[in-house]
């Protein structure tokens, strides 16, 4: 129906949802409109840090990771590894780990999505 030019409105609390649905979104909190824009639109208002998560057969300093440019933070527990950052933060994180003859294992990675950026722009500073 949207390709024939009809317009429709959905109204939805499922962020997944309407950033694959939707070309245009109006986010509403607490009654009044707070953001509006296409979905990449409203993502890249808040875009913040990308999240790696992988785990490591053999030891590697995590000072290692940490000196990477954009890498805000690292964390290992059980040889699982967090890594958070901006940037070319796979490859970057991945190029060293090759440097060192390491390969990631269950590697995951996380973007922000909408509903970051809907959490991000209803968080009140006082809450």
Partial sequence: MRDTGVTILLVTHFMDE????????AMIDDGRVIAQGS???????VRGAQTLHFRLGQ????????????????????????VTGTGHLLATTAGELARHGIIAEELRTKEPNLEDAFVALTTKEDA
Avoid at 69 to 80: A, F, S
Wanted: net charge negative; hydrophobic share 45%; charged share 30%.
């Fill in 59 to 82: 030891d590697l300093d995590p000072s290692t990771i940490a000196a990477l440019p954009g890498v805000e933070d690292v964390t290992v527990e059980h040889r699982m590894w967090t």
């Fill in 39 to 45: 979905p990449a639109a409203l993502v890249d208002r």
């Fill in 18 to 25: 309407a950033q694959r649905l939707c070309d245009e979104i």
